[in-house]
């Protein structure tokens, strides 16, 4: 009976051992069931939080595409804009020389007997070309320079600026700047800082009365201005060409402004 019961008894505890180890495996099991789930929503959290950046930054990208396309746009839209205007005061320069030529060849003829001069001749005589003359210079001096002042007649040549020179209305000085270099140009000093020969425009600096002014970007044939002198005379400068590093143009100063010492010794 004593080894009946031994036997039981031991049955007995091996189940209960085997209870507690399936016991603690399913337990195990749950928590690794918990953690696996903990871990897949991180997971899908992770991603859909991915998923939201990618696409922020394909709006992003697609909005940075967008203005640059507009930026494109308005730059090429200002580039002719500024291309037009300068052919505009070119074609007008141009038309104001040859009226002044036929004025000054009409000037010069001979004088036909009063009697054998129609009324046709005397509509188209140097009178006509005269008041065409005053009306050109007229819309060539309504042409505003940068400080927002009536600009004398422009020159966009060596030609035309022979031309107004022989007009003696301005006193005209012919420069070549080079980039970097300082030189004097009548009674002040030009310094060009930039020659942006893709845009055509410049930016030099004038000194003048111990200060600097400077003009930023300016264009080609673009009459700038500034004042100098004690008497505040109003100074204008032109550029007619641009090139690598250097531009060429003329400053043009009115005919009672100081001139350079070696000009008023001469």
């Known amino acids: 009976m004593k080894g009946h019961s031994g036997g039981a008894g031991e049955q007995s ?17 749950i928590a690794g069931l918990a953690w696996s789930y903990h871990l897949s929503g991180r997971l899908t959290h992770a991603e859909a939080q991915l ?27 200002l580039g002719h804009s500024r291309g037009s205007r300068q052919k505009q005061l070119e074609q007008r320069a141009r038309e104001l020389l040859r009226r002044q030529r036929a004025a000054a060849e009409n000037t010069d003829a001979p004088q036909q007997n009063n009697s054998s001069v129609s ?3 005397t509509k188209t005589g140097p009178g006509s070309a005269q008041t065409e003359l005053k009306s050109g210079e007229a819309q ?33 000085y ?17 310094e060009l800082k930039k020659a942006d020969l893709k845009h055509n425009r410049y930016t030099l600096i004038v000194h003048a009365d111990n200060k600097k002014i ?53």
């Open 13 to 29: 505890g091996y189940s209960r051992v085997f209870l507690i180890l399936l016991a603690v495996a399913v337990m195990a099991a």
């Open 51 to 77: 998923s939201q950046a990618q696409q922020q930054n394909q709006k992003l990208a697609s909005a940075l595409d967008e203005t640059n396309a507009r930026l494109k746009i308005t730059n090429e839209a």
């Open 119 to 121: 009324a046709s001749d």
């Open 140 to 172: 060539l001096q309504s042409i505003q320079g940068d400080l927002g002042l009536p600009s004398g007649p422009i020159a966009t040549n060596q030609d035309e600026l022979n031309f107004l020179e022989r007009r003696h209305d301005r006193n005209y």
């Open 174 to 190: 012919p420069f070549t700047l080079k980039k970097g270099e300082k030189q004097q140009v009548s009674t002040v000093t030009l």
């Open 214 to 266: 400077e003009k930023k970007n300016r264009g080609l044939n673009e009459p700038v201005q500034f004042y100098t002198g004690k008497n505040k005379f109003l100074y204008e400068l032109v550029v007619n060409s641009i090139e690598k590093n250097e531009v060429t143009g003329y400053l043009a100063t009115p005919l009672n402004a100081p001139v350079p010492a070696s000009t008023s010794g001469s």
